[in-house]
């Protein structure tokens, strides 16, 4: 069964930085995408950043970010600890959200939330001006 367990969310002051976390069982990193969606409140989920988490030589390691995130927020894979970060730095308070870890073992639509199958709880991002 797989499980993706979320942490690294708190509350911050805008400007600040926040490290999240997904830590994966059950699911075997050989191909396909991990990513991160967030959802506000009365807002639809969207897509933050996502990772091919495949052999290198066939992209593994490529990221992919939202346009309201590049530049500040970075996320990054370690297949062997089966764990993917998102480094959030000059953090707004827009950034504010519930932060959801996902996967998938098929590449592609690397932002599409549809595309993914698996989830986490979610972990709560705080932004105050």
């Known amino acids: 069964q797989v499980q993706l367990v979320e942490s690294g969310g708190g509350s911050v002051q805008a400007g600040g930085s926040l490290r999240l976390s997904c830590a994966a069982s059950?699911?075997?990193?050989?191909?396909?995408?991990m990513g991160w969606f967030r959802q506000a409140p009365g807002s639809e989920r969207e897509g933050v950043a996502a990772?091919?988490?495949?052999?290198?030589?066939?992209?593994?390691?490529?990221?992919y970010y939202a346009d309201s995130v590049k530049g500040r927020f970075t996320i990054s894979r370690d297949n062997a600890k089966n764990t993917v970060w998102l480094q959030m730095n000059s953090l707004k308070p827009e950034d504010t959200a519930m932060y959801y870890c996902?996967?998938?073992?098929?590449?592609?639509?690397?932002?599409?939330?549809?595309?993914?199958?698996?989830w986490g709880q979610g972990t709560q991002v705080t932004v105050s001006s």
């Open positions: 990772i091919n988490v495949g052999p290198f030589y066939i992209g593994g390691g490529s990221t």
């Open positions: 996902a996967a998938k073992p098929r590449a592609g639509m690397w932002l599409t939330e549809g595309t993914y199958n698996y």
């Open positions: 059950g699911y075997t990193f050989s191909s396909g995408s």
